[in-house]
């Protein structure tokens, strides 16, 4: 057992005896001051206090850890509001709840015993959130899949995946306010440690797998350190230090429910709410809620190594796909663009339907993306008059893209106007847009003119042959873009099948 004594005073009497040691000239006052400095600390020696073994024992092997690590930290206003007060859902009865619980605690390693407080929480949810958690089951059709395979790479419970629920609502690019982000939540010095790269283009730390892998190694750590899942959790939430603090102000206990009380108030809610999200997804179908097929499943998905710097906003017009849905495949891109840099293997996430498309056409594309980088280097366009300058307020329900397709401009041509570093915008906000459609009738006598020049009556039905593609195909006709097509020929896919015909023109 540690033992700590108050000896503060002794030490500091015998520091003042020592130097007047050194100035005395007599042995015997000197073996005098020497026996009543021994006198004074006898008498402290009677005072002392004892240290939680077990916790003292994850102090030091999290002072071991820190050498190559940092702490992590995050806080989530909505657990630390998270009350456990009675509630009234006669649709679930306490004893079913019971038995259903010890079923689901047969099954995992978390302790998932019931208790009021476990109860009150799972009920509030169910009477109180059913609209955001049946989003949340939609979403988690795509992100569990990638979430199971990394946690089963590292032989931890699949369980996990629902902590992903509870640190980011499965918001890939979601931000704290103490700057935890992406859907695990790992503060920059944690991430970087984790081996997760943040730069001005990318933060992997919003990247699904690569999160999920730095995540899997963080928990591996922390059950390593705690032997216990739950304070795992815990740790992983407020840090390791707040838990084995709680440990020793509750007397030794090891149980997070009879420690819960004195841990960081978002703490004290993040197992509960961890556990009662594993129930209702657990028994979603039972509580009424439907587990539909995901518009992407992650499985339909796959990802080409980028072999120069391009634009989500490029690669959309390239494959037809929806700027939105780039987006929600490639979140780790800060600003839309996915650099090139020499040593690096940055990605893109595409639908399989258009891989064949984009690799076909990868050539074509890359000089593409390089003839307007090229244009971008000018300070401002030349068709950028001012006269053609607007301003769009935000209203609700409008995103970049919607805006974007409004005015015929791309996204990345928004932010840029607009010093914009991500893609979130205030209700009411004024933003600078130079429409493409007002500045093509400015710097010409008519924009139709020269399409209809391109697409002549001859072509403007055109039909679609083995190996064409939108992309493809507005290639060949000047001022004809894949949107265009799509809207001319009411098409939301980008599918095409051999003998199809297109209008190439707007009427």
């Not at 916790?55 to 630390?80: G, P, V």
């Not at 709410?273 to 997804?281: D, G, R, S, V």
Request: charged share 25%; proline share 4%.
């Amino acid at each position: 057992m540690t033992y700590r004594f108050f000896i503060l005073l002794g030490l500091f009497n015998f520091a003042t005896c020592f130097s007047q040691m050194q100035d005395s000239v007599s042995l015997k006052e000197t073996k005098n001051d020497l026996k009543h400095i021994q006198n004074q600390k006898d008498s402290l020696l009677v005072i002392k206090v004892e240290d939680d073994l077990f916790a003292a024992d994850f102090d030091q092997k999290w002072l071991e850890e820190l050498y190559s690590n940092s702490l992590y930290d995050t806080i989530y206003n909505s657990i630390s509001e998270l009350t456990f007060d009675e509630v009234e859902y006669p649709e679930l009865s306490t004893e079913l709840l019971k038995s259903r619980l010890a079923n689901l605690s047969s099954k995992t390693p978390f302790n998932v015993e019931y208790n009021p407080g476990l109860e009150s929480v799972i009920k509030s949810y169910l009477k109180r959130r059913r609209n955001s958690l049946q989003k949340l089951i939609n979403l988690s059709a795509f992100y569990f899949p990638m979430f199971e395979r990394e946690l089963d790479n590292h032989d931890l419970p699949l369980e996990i995946k629902y902590l992903a629920i509870v640190e980011s609502a499965l918001k890939p690019r979601a931000k704290s306010r103490v700057g935890a982000t992406g859907l695990w939540q790992f503060m920059y010095s944690t991430g970087k440690m984790y081996g997760l790269d943040v730069s001005s283009y990318v933060d992997e730390r919003s990247d699904p797998i690569k999160s999920t892998e730095a995540a899997a190694k963080y928990l591996s750590k922390l059950y390593e350190i705690f032997g216990d899942w739950d304070l795992a959790l815990a740790a992983y939430n407020s840090g390791p230090g707040n838990v084995t603090k709680a440990i020793r102000r509750s007397g030794g206990y090891k149980n997070y429910w009879n420690i819960r009380h004195n841990l960081p108030r978002e703490t004290a809610g993040y197992l509960p709410a961890f556990l009662a999200t594993m129930y209702i997804f657990e028994y979603a179908e039972e509580h009424g809620f439907t587990k539909p097929k995901p518009e992407v499943a992650y499985f339909e998905t796959d990802t080409i190594h980028v072999k120069q710097m391009i634009t989500l906003d490029q690669v959309s017009e390239a494959t037809g796909v929806e700027m939105e849905e780039l987006q929600f495949l490639n979140p780790s891109y800060k600003l839309d663009i996915i650099p090139f840099v020499k040593g690096e293997d940055y990605t893109l996430r595409l639908p399989r339907s258009v891989i064949g498309d984009f690799v076909t056409n990868e050539n074509q594309i890359y000089e593409f993306a390089k003839a307007e980088f090229d244009k971008r280097e000018k300070p401002m366009p030349q068709f950028f008059e001012s006269d053609t300058k607007t301003t769009h307020r935000v209203r609700s329900g409008e995103f970049l893209g919607l805006i974007a397709r409004k005015y015929s401009v791309r996204v990345s041509d928004i932010k840029k106007w607009n010093g914009l570093r991500s893609n979130n915008l205030k209700i009411g906000q004024r933003l600078t847009i130079y429409p493409r459609n007002a500045t093509a009738s400015s710097t010409s006598s008519s924009s139709t003119s020269t399409i209809s020049k391109a697409v002549s009556s001859s072509s403007k039905i055109y039909t679609v042959k083995n190996g064409d593609s939108l992309w493809s195909i507005s290639q060949k006709f000047s001022g004809v873009s894949i949107q265009n097509i799509k809207d001319w020929n009411g098409i939301s896919g980008s599918k095409l099948k051999p003998g199809m015909k297109l209008k190439l023109t707007k009427s």
